[in-house]
């Protein structure tokens, strides 16, 4: 007799098949019912641990010991006429169908849970909201590792990272964990649900690329973080022409394994590269990569190399619309006046204008995605001072993807813009909630809260930021600003030393010890970084309007920015309106743009930190 044969006629095939199935439920029912008594995580480990030791037990258990008429009896002193196996085996059946239908009814009442059940409510902690539980579908794309024994194909593992991230956060209904939060973990020893739990997310796609001349391998893995299970995975060993296909491929899986509600074609055109240029598409990998680091770690140079790229990606395909995006993007943030990272490139504002015109013209112009026009005449808009068009546009451009937290920031923008407080103050909640794991949003979204002078609220924004993505040199000042303003002076301080030691540009990191003197009343140590900011910095109006407005000189402020309004450089001074302690009444002629576009500007407030005589 075959062993496989013996292990069959002593049931011990049907016992391992009945252990495994009633293990899995018990499992199931046995994290069902820790979270909801809130066990530690140990117990639940604890319980799969003896789970996985009973097997080989009762595997050696139905292999040495028999069933007979008389009781259960060693098999070696049974004598096989009196056996019962055959009817053992059949009971054995039964419980195994049992079991399997249990299984079955657990699994799709888990999956519909998890597909239409109600999210989790938001807390409410004195007008502000934290994020809820994480959404069944939401989603962080960690860094892929870099296989290759050449650091410098660095950029490449991490670009296309952005790219699938950038494709994924294009599904309407699938909720994406910014780039700069993700990245944090890159190189981390943390486990999958440690990480998720972190960035409020309900799964993780990870993976790692090996760039070569011959062949490009890139392996990728979504994981279900609550239990680790892997719902897809795949592994693309291919030639290097084939990366465009490769990261659209691992969207659509993506989206299609979180079941989200886009038909298959649309899905495809959604998550489009764009380009079917390979050496254009690398340059663009190359941009965003490099601009995204720069958003993590405050190195404004990176920004530089992020836009030379993105002109290579232009000049190698002239029809490569996301990459005119990228670089009218650019060109935006050099034409603002208040933007840590503006004016480092040294060109009269007519030319970085005209070079703006040209980048969005041809973004439009390209453009195959209907929805991405949206977004790109938003911009257009906002540049040549359409405020209230380009509202509406932005809000149409929402509808289509709600989750896009450039569209949202764009929203508080916009809504500080026109005075609208009331839909600031909720929009910020609201973009907090949903996607508050965002470094350039919670940033935006604690300078928009000082609008509404609610110190409770501001603090609560600012903390919540710092809880989720308080790694970021950029979240780090906008906090110490933030709580400055809610009064919390020392909270702020202990923001200090590690803002000095970051690498913000040098002006963002004066000007947090000068509001941080001011605070303390330190007004000697505050004149003379002041005075130092003004040696140092003379033609940076932004710095030393603000560094005015913190010293409590007013009239020197106005002063500063009065020549914007009289040669009608309003949209340098439009940048300001954002500011909760800017006046707009001193500048006629921004007040009759404002008037004609149906807006009442709001009473400036005084700033709590600063500097009194």
Not at 315 to 331: G, I
Request: proline residues 5%; contains cysteine.
């Amino acid at each position: 007799m075959s062993l496989f044969t013996e292990l069959k006629r002593r049931n011990v095939v049907r016992v391992g098949i009945a252990y495994c199935v009633i293990g899995w439920i018990i499992a199931q029912l046995a994290e069902f019912a820790f979270e909801n008594f809130g066990a530690p995580d140990w117990v639940l480990k604890t319980v799969v641990v003896l789970l996985l030791l009973g097997l080989p037990l009762a595997l050696f258990l139905a292999w040495a010991y028999e069933l007979t008429p008389e009781g259960l009896k060693r098999e070696q002193d049974v004598d096989r006429t009196k056996s019962i196996t055959h009817l053992t085996g059949r009971k054995l059946d039964f419980v195994i169908i049992a079991a399997l239908v249990v299984a079955l009814g657990y699994f799709i009442w888990e999956r519909q849970a998890g597909v239409e059940g109600p999210e989790q409510p938001a807390a409410q902690v004195a007008g502000a909201t934290v994020p809820a539980g994480p959404g069944p579908r939401s989603i962080a794309v960690l860094p892929f590792v870099n296989m290759s024994s050449d650091e410098e194909q660095e950029w490449f593992a991490d670009g296309l990272t952005e790219e699938i991230l950038n494709a994924l956060a294009r599904t309407p209904d699938l909720l994406v964990t910014a780039r700069t939060s993700s990245f944090k973990f890159k190189n981390s020893t943390e486990d999958i649900p440690t990480i998720a739990k972190s960035l409020g997310v309900a799964h993780i796609l990870e993976g790692s690329v090996r760039p070569g001349r011959e062949r490009l391998r890139v392996t990728a893995q979504l994981v279900r973080a609550n239990d680790g299970f892997h719902l897809w995975s795949e592994t693309y060993d291919r030639n290097p022409e084939d990366v465009i296909a490769i990261q659209e491929e691992v969207a659509i899986e993506i989206a299609t394994a979180l079941e989200t509600a886009i038909d298959p074609e649309a899905l495809a055109k959604m998550v489009s590269a764009g380009t079917s240029s390979v050496p254009a598409y690398n340059a663009y990998l190359e941009g965003l990569a490099q601009g995204a680091n720069s958003l993590s770690t405050g190195d404004a140079y990176e920004f530089l190399a992020a836009r030379e790229a993105f002109e290579r990606a232009v000049a190698l395909d002239p029809t490569f619309a996301v990459a005119y995006w990228e670089l009218a993007k650019f060109w935006e943030i050099q034409l603002r006046g208040t933007n840590l990272v503006a004016g480092m490139v040294e060109l009269p504002r007519e030319e970085m204008l005209a070079r703006f015109n040209a980048a969005i013209d041809a973004a439009i112009e390209q453009e195959q995605d209907p929805v991405n026009v949206l977004q790109y005449r938003v911009l257009r808009d906002i540049m040549h001072l359409r405020i209230n068009q380009a509202l509406r546009l932005n809000t149409e451009y929402l509808d289509h993807r709600p989750n896009d937290p450039r569209a949202q920031q764009r929203q508080l923008n916009f809504f500080a813009d026109m005075s609208m407080d009331d839909e600031l103050k909720a929009a910020i909640a609201d973009y907090q909630e949903r996607n508050g794991y965002d470094v350039a949003l919670a940033s935006d979204s604690m300078t928009f809260s000082l609008i509404s002078d609610d110190r409770e609220f501001i603090r609560k924004i600012a903390n919540g930021a710092l809880e989720r993505v308080g790694d970021s040199p950029f979240t780090m000042y906008q906090a110490h600003r933030a709580l400055l303003w809610a009064g919390d002076i020392d909270g702020a301080s202990r923001l200090v030393p590690i803002l000095q030691s970051s690498e913000l540009p040098e002006d963002a990191r004066r000007m947090v010890t000068l509001r941080q003197a001011c605070a303390e009343n330190r007004k000697p140590d505050a004149m003379r970084i002041y005075d130092g900011i003004r040696e140092s910095y003379p033609d940076e109006r932004s710095m030393i309007w603000i560094g005015q407005s913190i010293m409590g000189n007013q009239d020197a402020a106005i002063d500063t920015l009065i020549d914007l309004d009289e040669s009608g450089e309003l949209g340098f001074l439009s940048d300001f309106l954002s500011y909760a302690y800017f006046d707009a009444r001193p500048f006629p002629n921004l007040m009759k743009l404002l008037q004609a576009q149906g807006v009442t500007p709001r009473e400036p407030l005084q700033i709590p930190y600063r500097c009194k005589a």
